[in-house]
Nanobody
Framework: QVQLVESGGGSVQAGNSLRLSCAAS????????IGWFRQAPGKEREFVAA????????TSADSVKGRFTVSRDNAKNTAYLQMNSLKPEDTAVYYC???????????????WGPGTQVTVSS
């Protein structure tokens, strides 16, 4: 099992950057794919990006390609989501999740953090 906690959210103006962290406790962090998802008010949760356990493979949603980068440091049991050129439509609660497969589907992830709010103003 692994427990996940996100941090790094906040309120920024459009065009600025934030880096979210996903800190894990428990064993075998490098076994788990880490996915990032977000949910805006009144909308369904959507996939943002994911990274394989060893960090060699990543995938991201078209809406964030070229702006968001997912990475991880297994020695620190932490994954990151670097978000650049933020837009108001990026406003959401951001979640990190752990699973055994590199997937864009949230039902493939077993362990979830509580989420962190990101608000982007124009």
């Amino acid at each position: 099992q692994v427990q996940l906690v996100e941090s790094g959210g906040g309120s920024v103006q459009a065009g600025n950057s934030l880096r979210l962290s996903c800190a894990a406790s428990g064993r075998n962090f490098d076994y788990y794919t880490i996915g990032w998802f977000r949910q805006a008010p009144g909308k369904e949760r959507e996939f943002v990006a994911a990274i394989s356990g060893g960090g060699a493979t990543t995938t991201s949603a078209d809406s964030v390609k070229g702006r968001f980068t997912v990475s991880r440091d297994n020695a620190k049991n932490t994954a990151y989501l670097q978000m650049n050129s933020l837009k108001p439509e990026d406003t959401a609660v951001y979640y990190c999740a752990g699973g055994s497969l590199l997937s864009r589907r949230d039902n493939q992830y077993v362990y979830w953090g509580p989420g962190t709010q990101v608000t982007v103003s124009s």
